[in-house]
């Protein structure tokens, strides 16, 4: 009989272990996976998280089911589409980069023709397909009248649509964080 309950507590502490490893408690448990990315947001309710560099802060604004979330080095302006704030010319622009969620009812992959659909206006410029939190996003260039040339990546998973964007010269940096972005 002894045997048997040592056998199956040794079952259940690994168990108990692969649980844990598997990252079903949190991002805590995933390593950083970019040595210039330090710092971690994670999102409880979307059940996300994402690796952003050290000394950028977060700005998270909700209202009505649409999310934002604007990450801007401490000692830059934020774009200034997401503040509100009169428009800037592109070169005057801080690091920064933003995170929109909304609620979508339809199912993914995103396409640029989806995309015009809803934006008719809407520049796509080198349209590319990448994988990022095992969803197939949709990676192009555009333009906003206000701020100038920006770096978009759209995808959708479980019901939101994720669109992240930056100015076309964070392009690199957007790339970097979106490499960390995971669901938990």
């Known amino acids: 009989m002894n045997k ?18 598997r990252g079903d408690n949190g991002g805590e448990n995933y390593p950083f996976t970019n040595p210039e990315l330090t710092e971690r947001y994670e999102d409880e309710g979307l059940g996300f998280f994402v690796d952003y560099p ?11 089911n649409v999310k934002v979330l604007v990450f801007s080095k401490k000692d ?3 774009p200034a589409r997401l503040a509100e704030a009169p428009a800037k010319r592109a070169g005057e622009a801080g690091e920064s980069f933003q995170i929109f969620i909304m609620p979508y009812d339809e199912p993914g992959p995103i396409t640029p023709e ?21 969803e197939e996003a949709l990676v192009f260039f555009s333009t906003d009248p206000d ?10 998973h479980s019901g939101h649509l994720y669109q992240s964007s930056t100015y076309a010269k964070y392009d690199e940096l957007l790339a970097k964080v979106m490499k960390t972005f995971r669901f938990k």
């Open 4 to 21: 048997n309950l040592l056998i199956i507590l040794i079952l259940l502490v690994v168990a108990g272990a692969l649980w844990y490893l």
């Open 114 to 134: 989806r995309i015009l659909i809803d934006q008719p206006e809407m520049i796509i410029k080198d349209p590319q397909t990448v994988e990022i939190a095992e």
């Open 147 to 156: 701020i100038g040339d920006v770096r978009e990546v759209w995808f959708v």
């Open 76 to 78: 830059s302006d934020p």
């Open 54 to 64: 050290e000394g950028f802060m977060v700005n998270n604004t909700e209202e009505e």
